[in-house]
């Protein structure tokens, strides 16, 4: 079981840039899968992006050109870099490991993963 913990979450303004952070432990982030996801108050919890083991990556594409996930095995943390950010953006965005050897396209629903962090809330304003 991993343990994980989001970090950099705040309050940005509307096109402003943000980095989060997710410090595992436990395993290691590169025998994994490793994701963001994001709920909003009121609605589902939904996909953000993944990096499978061997590094191939994987958007919602409602972020998909302003969002950057990537991790560093050295430090054992993934970051997800959110650039252009909108007021539709504005989530607590939860970390996430999945051992599943499936494809990351496939990797989008949250019953594929086990391991959870308690998230970090990010708010855009407008």
């Known amino acids: 079981q991993m343990q994980l913990v989001e970090s950099g979450g705040g309050l940005v303004q509307a096109g402003g840039s943000v980095r989060l952070s997710c410090a595992a432990s436990?395993?290691?982030?590169?025998?994994?899968?490793m994701a963001w996801f994001r709920q909003a108050p009121g609605k589902e919890r939904e996909f953000v992006a993944v990096?499978?083991?061997?590094?191939?990556?994987y958007y919602a594409d409602s972020v998909k050109g302003r969002f950057t996930i990537s991790r560093d095995d050295g430090k054992n943390t993934v970051f997800l870099q959110m650039n252009s950010l909108k007021p539709e953006d504005t989530a607590r965005y939860y970390c996430a490991a999945s051992q599943s050897a499936i494809p990351v396209a496939v990797l989008r629903s949250t019953r594929w993963y086990g391991d959870w962090g308690q998230g970090t809330q990010v708010t855009v304003s407008s």
């Open positions: 990096v499978g083991r061997s590094g191939d990556t």
């Open positions: 436990g395993r290691t982030v590169s025998s994994v899968n």
